[in-house]
């Protein structure tokens, strides 16, 4: 690996997860970053940066400070969606490389079960969208499923063969809100929300938060942990209404994928442990084809054979991903901690062997942005 070691994930953790009433946002995030910190290490005074993408409260960011009692020097809020966490790890890595601060805090958190607030794609151009019948998300990630399926051949079976492989990863995940088993005939059998996408294609809704540290290299030589070093990143977006998707079948991954990887000085075949977004099955299926993983049309063959489940060739989103484990509105942040914990080699049941390199990919919107970012321990 060719990447100079500027920065590292150094700490990662949950809150609580599920149906929490009584919890409020902040609650969760300050669960969530304290046992980050903990999990580094570290104390909350080693923290002069903070990060986090949140749609609530007025001035969020100035609440969340105050709330963990941290002043930061530096503060990050892009909100790009489920992808923002990993263009916060990104931005770290920048500031950090610029001398800007040595320690960042990266945080969300989420009530949408316990709210009944559902996430939107919110915008202007939705006016020419939902009221002639085009349910957001859901029928946004249907066009492109029916798209694929119309340009490629896909089937129904293909997609369910993602959610049954995430569930099966979800079975040896103990935090996993949805552990019994699946069959391609029970996603099938489930109620359509969205033609051609079931109830059992379409991701959790839970409550929830999560959060990370980064820390510079000489930060990081005195966490508690072994650094997990930021190799590669890249991020990008594309459009904001799925209107102006430029094809429905290609994300912004087959940018990001591609110069992150060239950052890092790796190639798919270096890659142990894979942890995209699956708001739906076909985000999972659409961002391997644009990740360079298979060849565009090929995604259905590349997951069939129950390939991407635990015991299969191509390690994939081991936690039980956004389809299983949890989703509190924005799943990105949940994909790093997975990635994190695998290349440390705390998985327990369902631990990759020897994990040393992870590709994150976060989407956010209607497969509106991307963010990958290579992760490698020493």
């Given at each position: ?5 500027v ?114 794609a ?15 998300p ?19 079976e ?17 935090k ?46 005195r ?5 997990v070093w ?40 270096e ?51 956004g ?9 990105g942040?949940?994909?790093l ?23 994150v ?5 209607t ?12």
């Open positions: 690996m060719k990447s100079e070691r920065a590292a994930i150094v700490g990662v953790a949950e809150s609580d997860l599920g149906h929490l009433p009584g919890m409020n946002v902040l609650q969760l995030q300050a669960q969530a970053a304290k046992r980050a910190i903990d999990d580094a290490g570290f104390t909350k005074d080693d923290i002069d940066a903070l990060f986090t993408t949140a749609s609530w409260g007025h001035f969020p960011q100035l609440m969340l400070g105050e709330y963990l009692g941290i002043q930061p020097k530096y503060t990050g809020g892009t909100n790009i969606g489920g992808s923002s966490f990993e263009s916060h790890v990104a931005h770290a890595l920048v500031g950090i490389q610029a001398g800007l601060f040595e320690v960042a805090l990266i945080t969300y958190g989420s009530t949408n079960r316990t709210s009944g607030k559902r996430p939107s919110a915008g202007l151009t939705l006016s020419y969208e939902e009221p002639f019948g085009v349910p957001s859901a029928g946004h990630y249907a066009m492109a499923a029916m798209r694929h399926m119309h340009q490629y051949g896909t089937t129904s293909q997609l369910a063969e993602i959610a049954v492989a995430t569930r099966k990863w979800a079975g040896l995940n103990e996993a809100f949805k552990r019994e088993p699946i069959s391609i005939e029970d996603v099938l059998a489930s109620p359509m929300v969205s033609e051609p996408l079931h109830l059992l294609d379409c991701c959790l809704i839970t409550d929830g938060g999560g959060a990370i540290i980064v820390a510079s290299a000489k930060a990081a030589a966490a508690k942990k072994k650094p930021i190799l590669g990143h890249a991020e990008k977006q594309t459009h904001n209404s799925v209107t102006y998707m430029p094809d429905l079948t290609v994300t912004g991954a087959k940018d990001t994928g591609k110069r992150a990887m060239e950052m890092a000085g790796v190639t798919h075949d890659i142990d442990v894979t942890q995209v977004y699956d708001s739906f099955t076909i985000t999972v299926l659409l961002t391997l084809e644009s990740l360079g993983f298979c060849k565009p049309g090929e995604g259905g063959d590349f997951v069939s054979g129950q390939r991407t489940a635990p015991g299969g060739a191509f390690p994939l989103n081991t936690s039980g991903g389809l299983s484990y949890c989703h509190p509105g924005m799943f942040i949940f994909l901690i997975e990635a994190v914990r695998q290349l440390r080699g705390e998985c327990g049941e369902r631990q990759v062997n020897d994990a040393k390199i992870s590709l990919n976060g989407t956010g919107g497969l509106s942005s991307t963010s990958t970012v290579i992760l490698g321990r020493d």
